[in-house]
């Protein structure tokens, strides 16, 4: 009788088990990425960064897959650090989880939510802010300074 029991009971948790990745691969489907966290907000994203700073757009170097993502690489030289070690010119690579982001303008300031790719010395840091990205004023410099003084997402 206890084993019958038993044999019911884990029939029931495989087939919720199952019911529920079902569930979850309905809401995310091939190719698109499944986060812990809202990479459209400043308070959602700060957490998970390495660095997040000012920079301004040097030049667009070129789009190209890194990981497996299409990425535009930007030269950006940093102007301000609000959270990390990052200075000079460093590499940046931006796009989005759907569709196509538009073309930072050269010579624009932004602020940048990064964390290094693998190989930072080749692919530099990914934007990890998924929101939309205008030239920096001081609205949301407030806005980041608030979110990088959230604790850290831990790793």
Known sequence: MALAAGAVVA???ALGGWFGYQQLE?????GEVLRGYDATSPAGTAPHTENVFAGRVAAFEEQRD???WTQDVYQVEVASVLRGTVHGTVRVTYGLDE???DRLEEGST???ATHA????TKDGHAQLYQG??????DAQLAVWREAVAL?????
Not at 117 to 120: K, S, T, V
Request: glycine fraction near 12%.
């Open 99 to 101: 569709g196509t982001a």
């Open 26 to 30: 309905e809401q995310v489907g091939a």
């Open 117 to 120: 790719w693998a190989d930072a």
């Open 132 to 137: 939309d990205m205008k030239p920096v004023d």
């Open 11 to 13: 029939g029931a948790l």
């Open 66 to 68: 890194i990981e497996g």
């Open 110 to 112: 932004y602020v940048f």
């Open 151 to 155: 604790p850290m997402a831990p790793r």
